[in-house]
């Protein structure tokens, strides 16, 4: 059993930053690869950003690469994800998620095994 627990959410202005953190708990946080994904209103949930469970290799939806940085602290047992040059299309609920059966980073929200509870983040024009 894992739990996570996003913070930083908010609201800001466009081309503002934010910067989510997701901390978890329960098993070998090392042991594990970590996402983030986004759901907006009325749209599916998306792939944001994954990160393998060393931190070596990251993964970014094209929407955010080069603006959004994902990086883990194993010592800490968190997640983070650095959102730069937020814009409205950004606004969504944010979810980190665990993927317990491998190592690597993956965009693939089924490989996920348990999700936090979500942070608001809204970008104002």
């Known amino acids: 059993q894992v739990q996570l627990v996003e913070s930083g959410g908010g609201l800001v202005q466009a081309g503002g930053s934010l910067r989510l953190s997701c901390a978890a708990s329960?098993?070998?946080?090392?042991?594990?690869?970590m996402g983030w994904f986004r759901q907006a209103p009325g749209k599916e949930r998306e792939f944001v950003a994954a990160i393998s469970r060393t931190g070596f290799s990251t993964y970014y939806a094209d929407s955010v690469k080069g603006r959004f940085t994902i990086s883990r602290d194993n010592a800490k047992n968190t997640v983070y994800l650095q959102m730069n040059s937020l814009q409205p299309e950004d606004t969504a609920v944010y979810y980190c998620a665990a993927d317990l059966k491998g190592g690597g980073a993956t965009s693939l929200s089924y490989e996920y095994d348990y999700w936090g509870q979500g942070t608001q983040v809204t970008v104002s024009s």
């Open positions: 329960g098993r070998t946080f090392s042991s594990y690869a």
